[in-house]
């Protein structure tokens, strides 16, 4: 199904917005010290990130690759709707769980000070989604942590998710006038994304809302497409926005990420490899607002989140709320048709016929 003329325009107008939205932050700060951040920023870009003429070949060899990805997803896409088939059919109940502890365990250890930045001590200094949006930072704000932290309970819980899910895009916003705009244009999609998400589909699997009557209608039951189509184009454009003001503009606090982990790409220098992983970090991005190639996406970035936690030993509780979504995505796929509604029973059903 194509995406409507509405759609459109959002995804053009988000990617405008998200793009001259300024300067922006990525989780880099989160590994390195404040000192070193400064001091990286300051040195000169690798010659790879100044050449036009390789950057112009690289950047039509990154061309042809999407719309050769765009054209093996589309021949491909009955095999994968059949292999998920069953997945898929889970996905009313499973994605909204993914989406309820990915979201709330990150917002929770984050509000308990559990997720610090580099060279702050564990549980010591209560943060606001993110590791280096530390709350005692703003005077007289630190017991925002508190109604955080309730916040994520209540998810984790799955009692009064759509409520729950209100108050994470009230922090969103909030956040975003204590901290400054690019906490909104970085961070605040990838949480109000999840929250917006279970506006729509409710609590899930293993909630206690089942227990409960509902507490608040579905938002925009009426029109799925324009939710699905808003969350696909918020995930995909701030991931596109990243590869291109950060890993692109500020290569070389990437390729220090990767000289403490001590990776080995095959003997690649670094500067090639930071400049591949910005490639694919803008391809991914460009590819999930449009809609294309959901699943194959989402599984991609899935295994490399958990290689690159693995590998910098951080933890997978960084980017829960991630997790979250695009394991909804890979159970969901990329088809914009509401499969969270339990089905109608037909006239024929209701006769016995």
């Not at 608040?216 to 039951?221: A, G, K």
């Not at 933890?315 to 089905?343: E, I």
Request: hydrophobic share 55%.
């Amino acid at each position: 199904m194509a995406q409507p003329v509405s759609a459109r325009i959002v995804l053009g107008l988000s990617i405008g917005l998200i793009l001259t939205s300024g300067s922006v932050a990525a989780h880099e700060p989160w590994l390195l010290t404040p000192q070193e951040v400064q001091t990286l920023s300051l040195q000169s870009v690798p010659e790879l990130f100044r050449s036009p003429g390789l950057l112009l070949v690289f950047a039509l060899f990154a061309t042809l690759t999407v719309f050769a990805a765009v054209l093996a997803g589309q021949l491909l896409r009955p095999t994968e709707d059949r292999i998920f088939r069953r997945l898929s059919d889970r996905s009313r109940d499973w994605g909204p769980l993914c989406l309820r502890l990915g979201l709330g365990t990150t917002v929770g250890m984050n509000a308990l000070g559990g997720l610090p930045r580099h060279g702050t001590e564990t549980w010591s200094a209560p943060t606001l989604f993110v590791p280096d949006m530390q709350l005692t930072l703003i005077p007289g704000w630190d017991w925002l942590a508190l109604p955080a932290l309730i916040t994520s309970v209540l998810l984790v819980l799955g009692l009064g998710t759509r409520l729950a899910a209100l108050g994470i895009l009230g922090l969103v916003g909030l956040g975003s006038c204590l901290f400054s705009i690019d906490f909104i244009a970085y961070y605040g999609f990838h949480f109000a994304a999840p929250a917006f998400l279970l506006l729509h589909v409710g609590s899930g699997a293993l909630s206690l809302d089942r227990l409960l009557p509902p507490s608040l209608p579905p938002l925009l039951p009426s029109a799925p497409v324009l939710v699905w189509s808003l969350v696909q184009v918020a995930m995909g454009a701030t991931f596109a926005a990243i590869a291109v003001l950060v890993k692109f503009l500020q290569p070389t606090l990437l390729i220090a990420i990767l000289e403490h982990g001590d990776m080995w790409f095959f003997g690649l220098p670094l500067p090639v490899v930071a400049l591949i992983m910005m490639a694919i970090e803008l391809m991914a991005g460009v590819l999930l607002a449009l809609g294309q190639l959901i699943r194959p996406i989402s599984l991609l970035l899935l295994c490399a989140f958990s290689f690159f936690a693995i590998s910098l030993q951080e933890t997978p509780l960084l980017h829960g709320n991630l997790y979250g979504v695009f394991l909804f995505f890979l159970l969901h796929g990329g088809a914009p048709v509401d499969l969270f509604q339990r089905p109608q029973t037909t006239l024929v059903e209701a006769q016995g016929i």
